[in-house]
Each structure stands twice: as C-alpha cells, then as structure tokens.
C-alpha cells in the first residue's frame, strides 16, 4: 500500500509525512511501510544502519524522529541507491552509502540502532535488481549481528513471517521484545512491527493492534510511542 500524498504519475515528486519528506518518484517508491517502521525505531540513537535502504524512504522518515541520527544505508542494488542519493539531496540531508550486500558484507562495524523493511515477499524478481525471496531468518541473523550490545533492531515484516523473526530473535539472545499489530481492511494483522533490544533478559511485549491508516503517525508525524502514550492518558 503506497501511502504517497497528492502523486500522480507525471509528477516527479511526492511527499511522506504531510510533506516533511520528498521522494522522487523513481523505479521504487517507499509504502506506508516505511512511515510506520520509522515511527517504531527508538529515538535515543546516535548510529544507524538501515540494511537494505532501497531508495531510502525509511531513513528520511527516521531523521524527522531523529535529526541528529548519523545513518549509514547499505544496498545490493547500484540503481536503488542512485535514487536514494538523489532523495538524500532532495531533503538535504546526510547518510552514508555502501553497495553492498547485507548477507555477505563484511564489517566490524556494529551500530545503536538496525532497521530494515526486509524482501519477505514471494513471487516475480523485482526489475530494480534488489533482493527478492530472501531467507528472512537468515537476513535478520545478519541484521542483528551489526547491532552493539544494548542496541536495537526494528523491523516491519508481513504476520506470515512473524514467527521466523522471533525464533531468530530469541536464538540470537535479543530480549524486550515488543510486538506491534497493523490492521488494514481484514480482521487479522497484515504486518508486524517488532522492536528488540540486544545483551538484555527482558520479556517479550505485545501491543494491542493500530490501524494502518492512523493518521496521527502518517501525516501528524507522531513517533509510535508518542501515540500510544496519547491513548493511555484517553
């Protein structure tokens, strides 16, 4: 579901966030995917790394939470981070590329925060040469490898790959796990938003399900937990 706002196709821009993001409208184009995943992500981080950062809709999202955030996206694809180059412009903002692949790329490198909307989708290879059908248990193990001790990883995952997540999650010794719902038009969550914080021994939370169309988080711009705070004090 792309959440892009006043586009048409011979538009060369649209906007996230009630405009406090500028895409390019470019051979992928983020979902409200990238919306809410940003709005999940801890706010208290200094280094990030979004693995797979495609034409980086995510990122740019995630320095309206977090201005100050150094962010380095990593992509397989040379023309997913041409565009993403020319959104970072776009919003005149800094992150630091890499043309790599999550899933081979060597570093000691680890960061604060890692966060990635993942290929967990099946079917047809994507014309943008990006990762398609990937092994999302094996994915998130490279993940979390490049998250620091006391650091986190987030993600947003379809329900039907939940429970691959999670095993890898709690075989990877990530603790505070917490679970978010997004409801659409069906009466079963149609993806997951899963926060985990790594070295920590704290149980796993599941929050009660939001819609994903909640406007407070895609124009408003609140952050997740800036909105579910609001409802407790309803």
Known sequence: MNYDIGMSEKQA???????????????YN???????????????????????????GISLCLLTHCPDAEITGIDIAPEMLEACKKNIDLNNKNINLINADILTWSTPETFDLVITNPPYFNGTPAKHNAHHNADIQLWTKRCVARVKPNGYFCT????????????????????????????????????????????VKTGTTVFQGISMNTDEILR??????????????L
């Open 13 to 27: 821009n649209f906007t996230l966030l009630n405009g406090r993001v500028i895409m390019s409208n470019s051979i």
């Open 30 to 56: 983020p979902t409200s995917d990238a919306v809410w995943l940003a709005a999940f992500a801890p706010t208290n981080v200094k280094t990030v790394l979004d693995a797979g950062i495609g034409t980086g």
């Open 156 to 199: 947003i995952v379809d329900a039907l790959v939940l429970d691959k997540v999670i095993s890898v999650l709690c075989d990877k010794h990530m603790g505070n796990i917490q679970i978010l719902p997004l409801f659409g038009a069906k009466n079963t969550a149609e993806r997951v938003l899963i926060r985990a914080k790594k070295a």
């Open 220 to 233: 408003s711009g609140l952050t997740i937990d800036m909105f579910l705070a609001t409802l407790r004090k």
